[in-house]
């Protein structure tokens, strides 16, 4: 009850701001430049657009924009926090549909409980809906080679799933020859420790292929 009610007074106070915002006069004012990206985002934004290249790529995107709660008992409070939250990177299928995401590591995260269960909640949310969450951290010269990131990344991915609109079950995110939903046994991530944690690219690249090619040994070229 607490939660819901901070919920709605943020969405009061963003009613408010939006309203006087309507109201006020630009002319006049001046403005500067920030940057809306680091340079550490770039290098990653970069990484993966390469890796994907043929799918789209977005940066920052709430989880609003491509989540809507399709079972909850407090609605309203289910869409204000899918407002609030964020992923770092999205992968999109050519039709909009997205894939899986991917976040940067705060390394700050273990030692502070509220992002700690923030972050949990996160990917508890991202894994309802099928979409795997994965924890970018390091650097860029120990990770895989793009084009060999996208391969594995692909490879958990049921085919049906990766680029036609039928191959996503409206109701769970995936079909029935998609991720389980006991922890996506299906393609393999239940070797990788407990269902609701995020993934590393060094634990991805870890589990073996689906002809059973290990992938731990594939660095990206220097």
Same mark, same amino acid.
């Given at each position: 009850?607490?939660?819901?009610?901070?919920?709605?007074?943020?969405?009061?106070? $963003?009613?408010?701001?939006?309203?006087? #915002?309507?109201?006020?006069?630009?002319?006049?004012? !001046?403005?500067?430049?920030?940057?809306?990206?680091?340079?550490? %985002? *770039?290098?990653?934004? %970069?990484?993966?657009?390469?890796?994907?290249?043929?799918?789209?790529?977005?940066?920052?995107?709430?989880?609003?924009?491509?989540?809507?709660?399709?079972?909850?008992?407090?609605?309203?409070?289910? +869409? =204000?926090?899918?407002?609030?939250? %964020?992923?770092?990177?999205? *992968?999109?299928?050519?039709?909009?549909?997205?894939?899986?995401?991917?976040?940067?590591?705060?390394?700050?995260?273990?030692?502070?409980?509220?992002?700690?269960?923030? +972050?949990?909640?996160?990917?508890?949310?991202?894994?309802?809906?099928?979409?795997?969450?994965?924890?970018?951290?390091?650097?860029? #010269?120990?990770?895989?080679?793009?084009?060999?990131?996208? =391969?594995? +990344?692909?490879?958990?991915?049921? #085919?049906?799933?990766?680029?036609?609109?039928?191959?996503?079950? #409206?109701?769970?995110?995936?079909?029935?020859?998609?991720?389980?939903?006991?922890?996506?046994?299906?393609?393999?991530?239940?070797?990788? $420790?407990?269902?609701?944690?995020? !993934?590393?690219?060094?634990?991805? +690249?870890?589990?073996?292929?689906?002809?059973?090619?290990?992938?731990?040994?594939?660095?990206?070229?220097?």
């Amino acid at each position: 009850m607490v939660l819901l009610l901070v919920l709605l007074w943020r969405a009061l106070r $963003g009613a408010r701001a939006r309203s006087s #915002a309507s109201t006020y006069d630009i002319r006049g004012d !001046m403005f500067a430049r920030s940057a809306p990206i680091s340079d550490e %985002q *770039i290098v990653m934004l %970069q990484y993966l657009q390469a890796a994907f290249s043929e799918e789209g790529v977005l940066f920052r995107p709430r989880l609003s924009h491509f989540l809507t709660p399709r079972k909850s008992r407090q609605r309203q409070a289910a +869409m =204000l926090r899918l407002a609030e939250e %964020q992923v770092d990177f999205l *992968i999109c299928r050519q039709d909009g549909k997205p894939l899986f995401a991917f976040d940067i590591d705060i390394a700050k995260a273990a030692n502070d409980k509220l992002l700690k269960r923030d +972050m949990a909640d996160k990917n508890r949310i991202l894994k309802t809906a099928g979409i795997r969450l994965v924890r970018l951290k390091g650097a860029p #010269a120990n990770w895989p080679a793009p084009q060999v990131l996208r =391969l594995r +990344m692909m490879d958990m991915v049921p #085919a049906a799933a990766q680029g036609h609109p039928s191959g996503f079950d #409206a109701a769970s995110g995936f079909g029935t020859s998609g991720f389980a939903p006991s922890g996506y046994t299906n393609s393999g991530f239940a070797t990788a $420790g407990a269902p609701s944690n995020p !993934m590393g690219l060094s634990t991805i +690249m870890g589990l073996p292929n689906e002809d059973g090619t290990p992938w731990g040994g594939v660095r990206k070229r220097s």
